[in-house]
């Protein structure tokens, strides 16, 4: 008798640090999420901030840009704007190469998070819209390729999608393998319009600005267009 009732205390007690470790969690976020939109931090999307402080310390800007590309992926915030830093500061070519290392690795980050200390609240989150399960079904049938096919589009949304995957069964060396792989083209379309836009500001060159508009609606619209032919094959 005694035992149970030990056990229902320490279950009790369990939940309740639970309850509030989530609280914790949800008010991080969103004060971290005030911060950067309203607040001090609103600069982690003003590029001529990015521009400026990286061109600062010439001798290593790559890593610095590399690292600041992790912290962001990691807590969440969208990288967007360091993508178009990364062509202004470094060219397309190896703008993009930085950035895609940068993406994939906090992209890996923000996967072990997910997997090993977010994993209660991530869960309960998303079992609720029913994204999850879907996530989880999709993996076991074909992991690599579903990854593939969610980061060969610059649509979907790279940081919750990051969480995401770390709640499946996946293996994390074959997540970042694709994760590297699949967001190469969104990454060098991002980099293009950074190159491009800045030009154009400049006033030159807009034709190449609008060319990587185009190809970024492109790679958009192309997954949408394969899963319709994946349906109308399975249908017939």
């Known amino acids: 008798m005694n035992r149970q009732l030990l056990k229902l205390s320490t279950n009790k007690k369990s939940k309740k640090l639970l309850k509030y470790a989530n609280l914790f969690i949800i008010l991080s976020i969103t004060f971290l999420l005030y911060l950067c939109f309203f607040g001090p931090l609103n600069i982690v999307f003003n590029h001529h901030f990015w521009v400026k402080s990286l061109q600062t310390y010439d001798c290593c800007t790559v890593p610095l840009f590399i690292n600041a590309y992790i912290i962001l992926t990691v807590l969440g915030i969208p990288g967007t704007v360091l993508t178009i830093v990364g062509g202004i500061l470094f060219g397309i070519i190896w703008g993009t190469i930085w950035s ?136 017939q």
Do not use: C, E, H
């Open 100 to 235: 895609v290392i940068g993406a994939t690795l906090g992209a890996l980050g923000a996967f072990l998070m997910a997997r090993y200390l977010l994993r209660d609240y991530v869960t309960k989150k998303f079992n609720k819209t029913g994204i999850l399960a879907q996530f989880q079904q999709a993996i076991l049938k074909q992991p690599i390729q579903f990854v593939l096919s969610i980061r060969l589009a610059p649509i979907s949304p790279f940081n919750v999608v990051n969480f995401l995957f770390g709640l499946t069964p996946i293996n994390w060396l074959s997540y970042t393998g694709a994760t590297l792989i699949g967001i190469i083209p969104g990454t060098f379309a991002y980099n293009w319009l950074g190159v491009s836009g800045n030009k154009a500001l400049q006033g030159s060159d807009r034709f190449s600005f609008f060319l990587a508009l185009g190809f970024l609606s492109l790679l958009s619209i192309i997954p949408f267009v394969f899963r319709g032919f994946s349906s109308i094959k399975s249908s």
